[in-house]
Structures are given as structure tokens and as C-alpha cells.
């Protein structure tokens, strides 16, 4: 047990090391996909298969390893584990299978680098890891009474951001679909901001973060926010460079009225 706790915390503080440095590098050079694809970083594969590998960690691990926590049958712990297990299961299953019906573009069919999914493969390795073994194993739900108010305001926030999300990758996987070059988004979200799909994953994890009450939920969010904030503002100075006058001004890049 002592050398299982040891390890939790020394994965626990890699999450929270490597949040720095990731957001640092992306203020200077964007993973080399989607609008920032280019070559010179190795062998590509198609980007729904790349999203299906370097995010099933999340499914395999999780359901791996929860039945061999302490708590794998108080139902809270139950509870809790659902929404992280809903989010990854449509963006494991559901929206690379979304990206295979509506990317008509023989350009991009094989334009997702290997490397960067490895990268991504290896971080949701750690993350996932680090979320099933806190709500499975090391939460204290007895001592903690105010454990459903803060898992029914979470998960509100938590399902909000999910919408949001969720409906930002529909219409910009729609755009593609209909292959005549990238335009500008518009409706909803995209009249605030030029990356409300990074906004609602943001917000998600900001609930989760409250549903958990954790160091290990705090963590996420924290390289969430290091991961998506200066890929969105890249997003948003591609979009002003490439639409010019055309792009609403007033947008943001990801945080409405601020960002």
C-alpha cells in the first residue's frame, strides 16, 4: 500500500510539473495538426484513429483499474467516476467516428502525426491513472459530508461544458464535411469566442474538479487549461490572419469577454 500511495503522489506531482512546460511550449509551437498541420514531424496517421488510440487509455485503464479500489462499490465513488467516463467514451468512440462520416478531404486522411499521439497517448495514461485511483481508492467519502453538493453543482458545470463542447465539434467537424476550405464559424459560442469547443472542455474540467474536490481533479484542470489556452489563441491569430477584416472583431479567443 505505502508503495502504491508513493507512487500516486509522485504521478500526482508530474501532472502538476509538466502543466508549466506545456504551456510554454505552446505559446511558441502548436502541435503540428488540424489548422497548424505541417510536415517534419514524422510519419502521419488518419486523425480518426489517431484520436480512437491516444485517447482509449481513458476507457481501458479506468475500467482496469476502479474495481481494485477500496471504493469500487460505495455507490458515490460509482457516481463519480460516470461523467468522466461519459466524456471520454464519446471522445474515444463517438467523435472519431463522427470525424470518419464527415472529413471528406483526401489531404487530411493521413495528416495526424504519430508522435503527437504518442505524447497524448502517454499523458492520458498518467491522467487516467491518477483520476480512477483517487475516486476508486484514496477519496475519503465518509469524512466528507458535503460530498453531494459539491458532485450536483460539479456535475451541472461538468454537463454544461460538455454541451458546449460537444456542439462546437459538430459544427466545425460540419464545416469540413462540406470540403470547400475552412470558414469562418459562426452561431452560438462562436459569436464570443473562436475556440468555445476548447471553452466547454475547460469548463468541464473546471466541474470536475468540484466533484472531485481533489488535488488530482485541480491537476487537470490546471493542464487543461495549459494545454488548450495557447492553442486556442494560435486558433484565433490563424483565423485573424486568414479571414482578415471578414473575422469578427469582437471574438475572443477562448474566455467570453476576457481571453
Known amino acids: 500500500m505505502a508503495s502504491d500511495q508513493n507512487f500516486f503522489h ?5 501532472l502538476y510539473l509538466i502543466a508549466p512546460p506545456t504551456y510554454i511550449s505552446l505559446r511558441f509551437l502548436q502541435a503540428p495538426y488540424g489548422k497548424h498541420r505541417r510536415p517534419g514531424w514524422g510519419p502521419t496517421m488518419s486523425p480518426p484513429l489517431a ?4 485517447e482509449s487509455p481513458t476507457l481501458w485503464l479506468t475500467l482496469l483499474l476502479f474495481p ?6 460505495n455507490p458515490k465513488a ?3 467516476i460516470a461523467p468522466f467516463l461519459f466524456h471520454y467514451f464519446h ?3 463517438l467523435y472519431p467516428l463522427r470525424l470518419c462520416r464527415n472529413t471528406t478531404n483526401p489531404k487530411t486522411s493521413g495528416s495526424f502525426p504519430v508522435s503527437v499521439a504518442l505524447m497524448a497517448f502517454g499523458f492520458n495514461l498518467l491522467n487516467a491513472y491518477l483520476q480512477a485511483r483517487w475516486v476508486s481508492q484514496y477519496k475519503d467519502y465518509e469524512a466528507e459530508g458535503w460530498f453531494w453538493w459539491r458532485f450536483c453543482v460539479g456535475l451541472v458545470v461538468f454537463g454544461y461544458g460538455m454541451a458546449v463542447n460537444i456542439w462546437s465539434d459538430r459544427v466545425l467537424v460540419g464545416l469540413k464535411k462540406e470540403g470547400k476550405g475552412y470558414k469562418v464559424p459562426k452561431g452560438g459560442w462562436f459569436e464570443l469566442v473562436s475556440c468555445p469547443n476548447y471553452f466547454g472542455e475547460i469548463v468541464e474540467w473546471l466541474g470536475w474538479t468540484v466533484m472531485t474536490w481533489s488535488w488530482a481533479g485541480l491537476g487537470f484542470f490546471l493542464y487543461t487549461c495549459a494545454n488548450l489556452v495557447p492553442r486556442a489563441r494560435a486558433n484565433h491569430k490563424w483565423y485573424l490572419e486568414k479571414f482578415g477584416e471578414d ?3 469582437g471574438r475572443k479567443a477562448v474566455i467570453p469577454f476576457l481571453y
Do not use: D
Not at 10 to 14: R, T, Y
Open 10 to 14: 509522485n504521478c500526482l506531482l508530474s
Open 51 to 54: 484520436w480512437f488510440l491516444m
Open 68 to 73: 481494485s479500489g477500496l471504493h469500487s462499490s
Open 78 to 80: 460509482l457516481f463519480l
Open 91 to 93: 471522445r474515444t468512440c
Open 247 to 249: 473575422y469578427p472583431k
